[in-house]
């Protein structure tokens, strides 16, 4: 059983910045890639930062610039630092990881989200 939970969500005015956690737990002999998506109320989840267990990263354009992903691999947890946040950013924001729970088999496992809303 491997659970992630996110943290950090919450209210910031337009221009502000939030740092957003997310800490896996559970069966985990290693986790490969972590990444965030959001999803804004009548749209599609899309993919806000991606990064593989080395460091390498990934980012969606509307947020490459402003936002960096980063983890703790012996913390089991993964970062996002959003500054000039903006109106558009509004959206519940998920976790997602990507867990070996033996050497050889993995799950792709969700956390349950964690709602930022940007004021203008």
């Known amino acids: 059983q491997v659970q992630l939970v996110e943290s950090g969500g919450g209210l910031v005015q337009a221009g502000g910045s939030l740092r957003l956690s997310c800490a896996a737990s559970?069966?985990?002999?290693?986790?490969?890639?972590m990444g965030w998506y959001r999803q804004a109320p009548g749209k599609q989840r899309e993919l806000v930062a991606t990064?593989?267990?080395?460091?390498?990263?990934n980012y969606a354009d509307s947020v490459k610039g402003r936002s960096t992903i980063s983890r703790d691999n012996a913390k089991n947890t993964v970062y996002l630092q959003m500054n000039s946040l903006k109106p558009e950013d509004t959206a519940v924001y998920y976790c997602?990881?990507?867990?070996?729970?033996?050497?050889?088999?993995?799950?792709?496992?969700w956390g349950q989200g964690t709602l930022v809303t940007v004021s203008s």
């Open positions: 997602n990881a990507v867990v070996f729970t033996t050497p050889i088999s993995n799950l792709e496992v």
């Open positions: 990064i593989t267990r080395g460091g390498s990263t």
């Open positions: 559970g069966s985990i002999f290693s986790i490969s890639a």
